[in-house]
Nanobody
Framework: QVQLVESGGGLVQPGGSLRLSCAAS????????TGWYRQAPGKQRELVAA???????NYADSVKGRFIISRDNAKNTVYLQMNSLKPEDTAVYYC??????????WGQGTQVTVSS
């Protein structure tokens, strides 16, 4: 059973920073693509950033230059460093791993609120 556990959300002022963590048992985060998604109230869930098994990364245009996705292979953990946060970054953030021929797995989500 694949289990993803997210942490690191919270309330931060505009311009501030947060680091989200996504931990999993085993080596699935180093074997498959891991993505961070977010869903704001009344909006569809959207991909924020992804890191591929080889280490390359991809970002949504709205977060390029502000967010950094990274991975610690020894800890089986993927991080999302979020800098220069804006009120429009407010959302529930989810970690996702897609395993071919098996399925997509999601974490429980962590709330990020950017407000003064």
């Amino acid at each position: 059973q694949v289990q993803l556990v997210e942490s690191g959300g919270g309330l931060v002022q505009p311009g501030g920073s947060l680091r989200l963590s996504c931990a999993a048992s085993g080596s699935i985060l180093t074997t498959y693509t891991t993505g961070w998604y977010r869903q704001a109230p009344g909006k569809q869930r959207e991909l924020v950033a992804a890191i591929f098994s080889g280490g390359s990364t991809n970002y949504a245009d709205s977060v390029k230059g502000r967010f950094i996705i990274s991975r610690d292979n020894a800890k089986n953990t993927v991080y999302l460093q979020m800098n220069s946060l804006k009120p429009e970054d407010t959302a529930v953030y989810y970690c996702n791993v897609g395993i071919p021929k098996i399925g997509n797995y999601w974490g429980q989500g962590t709330q990020v609120t950017v407000s003064s």
